[in-house]
């Protein structure tokens, strides 16, 4: 019940930040916002001030903010409708949605980075038989300090240098052990891994595997900063590298996507963890929210953006009978899209149990 509440708090939080941004950006270009709604559904709260209606519904997987004069037939031609600005200050409005989340994604990693955040030591906690770890005398409870001079803490930054090695090469490792420093050439051995993008490549390897060992690892205010647009400059990336190789076939979506049950039980399970994995989970959230609402599908922010680029170009909008087919084709999609990444939860999360009670 806690992980429930903790998970519905950190998406209605998420999604008041996205229609914010719509909303603060449409006041400032003198837009008249009518509803400014969170979930869907039975209503469970409403108030009108300003002009505005503010409502809360009963399932909170969604929200929305309707302006004025937003769609063609609703348009009347009033100053503040949102139709009657330029197409630069419509795309401002829809925009800012996303810049929100990614405002957001940013803050919490610069708090992770800033706050300290838990990382694995370089300390060796075994050895894999056949690799060059083993051969050259590297012993359980070593803890490496340097890779061909240059100093090593942490396992993350060891991995990074060892895996760029290929099978010719032998790497020279200082190692710490009983308060001795000792020099060992170790022979890399390469071996064909899947990344997260679910790409083959081969990569080199020592041929250990790390310790218990945890050290919290924190980062000046302007470091920690700056690590944190970087992080979110390779998020960013990975994301839209793996939605082009679902798109061309080479990742399958079945393994790529979950919806807000699979966020449920993440959030489930990193609850227990502490406040820094989850709010960890926030910022990728928020992230993959605002990537996702970029993208150039009818009804979402990207979808409007293009269409108001097609604006700004030919120098005219849509007619009402395309916009009717987009929104039509638009929602048919987000639709089909949220029956299958339920339907996805359910099979990666209970497909075993629902198995065994047919099978029984």
Not at 149 to 163: A, H, M, P, Y
Not at 318 to 340: C, N, P, Q, W
């Amino acid at each position: 019940m806690i992980a429930l509440l903790i998970f519905l708090v950190i998406l209605g939080i998420l999604i008041v930040i996205h229609e914010l941004g719509h909303f603060a950006v449409a006041k400032k270009m003198g837009v008249r916002v009518e509803e400014f709604c969170l979930g869907f559904g039975p209503q469970l709260f409403s108030k009108k001030k300003n002009n505005t209606q503010y409502s809360v519904n009963i399932i909170p997987l969604g929200g929305y903010v309707k302006l004025a004069g937003d769609s063609l037939q609703e348009y009347k031609g009033s100053p503040d409708e949102y139709l009657s600005k330029p197409p630069g200050a419509r795309a401002a409005i829809i925009f800012c949605g996303s810049l929100c989340n990614y405002i957001m994604g940013i803050l919490c990693l610069w708090f992770i980075f800033f706050a300290g955040y838990p990382t694995l030591t370089t300390k060796v906690g075994g050895l894999i038989d056949g690799f060059g770890a083993k051969d050259a005398g590297i012993q359980v409870g070593d803890r490496i300090t340097a890779i061909d001079g240059k100093r090593v803490e942490f396992w993350e930054d060891l991995q990074k240098i060892v895996n760029t090695k290929n099978t010719a090469s032998k790497v020279k490792l200082s190692v710490l052990r009983d308060s001795k420093v000792y020099t060992l050439k170790v022979q890399i051995k390469e071996k064909e891994l899947t990344d997260i993008l679910g790409k083959k490549r081969n990569v080199g390897l020592l041929g250990i595997t790390p310790g218990d060992e945890i050290v919290k690892v924190r980062h000046g205010l302007a470091e920690a900063f700056t690590l944190a647009l970087k992080k979110t400059k390779e998020l960013t990336l990975v994301t839209y590298e793996a939605l082009w190789r679902i798109i061309i076939g080479k990742s399958s979506i079945r393994d790529s996507v979950t919806g807000p049950l699979g966020m449920f039980y993440i959030t489930s399970k990193l609850a227990s963890l502490g406040i820094i994995p989850l709010i960890h989970f926030v910022a990728i959230l928020s992230l993959s929210l605002a990537i996702f609402n970029l993208l150039p599908l009818p009804i979402l922010d990207g979808g409007h953006l293009v269409l108001l680029g097609l604006e700004k170009i030919r120098g005219r909008g849509i007619s009402l009978k395309t916009e009717r087919i987009i929104t039509k084709i638009g929602v048919t999609m987000i639709i089909a899209l949220a029956v299958f990444v339920t339907f996805n939860d359910i099979l990666r999360l209970f497909g075993d149990k629902i198995s065994k009670f047919f099978v029984k």
